[in-house]
């Protein structure tokens, strides 16, 4: 079984920056494409980004391009997200993703995910 493990949530003022760690078990890391979605009340669940397992290529969503970046450490078994620039736009409980060999999409439910890590852009 695969677990996915989220931190590095919190309080942040706009305009400052956070990182996300997702930390996976049970499989080999190495295997799994991974992808970070968010969301808030009363909202879907939305796209944030997505990393090929050999980290070769990446992909945002619209809202967050420019100011998100996505990468993974295959040797700590570790996807994180730099998030900068915040905005009160950006405040959702933010998952992590995996899919065993094919990637990470929008629209397409993962193979698994984590519990989520509360995000809240707020001065």
């Known amino acids: 079984q695969v677990q996915l493990v989220e931190s590095g949530g919190g309080l942040v003022q706009p305009g400052g920056s956070l990182r996300l760690s997702c930390t996976v078990s049970g499989r080999t890391f190495s295997s799994y494409s991974m992808g970070w979605f968010r969301q808030a009340p009363g909202f879907e669940r939305e796209f944030v980004a997505a990393i090929t397992r050999t980290a070769v290529t990446t992909y945002y969503g619209d809202s967050v391009k420019g100011r998100f970046t996505i990468s993974r450490d295959n040797a700590r078994n570790t996807v994180y997200l730099e998030m900068n620039s915040l905005k009160p736009g950006d405040t959702a409980v933010y998952y992590c993703?995996?899919?065993?060999?094919?990637?990470?999409?929008?629209?397409?439910?993962?193979?698994?995910w984590g519990q989520g890590t509360q995000v809240t852009v707020s001065s």
């Open positions: 993703a995996a899919n065993f060999l094919r990637r990470v999409a929008p629209g397409e439910g993962p193979d698994y």
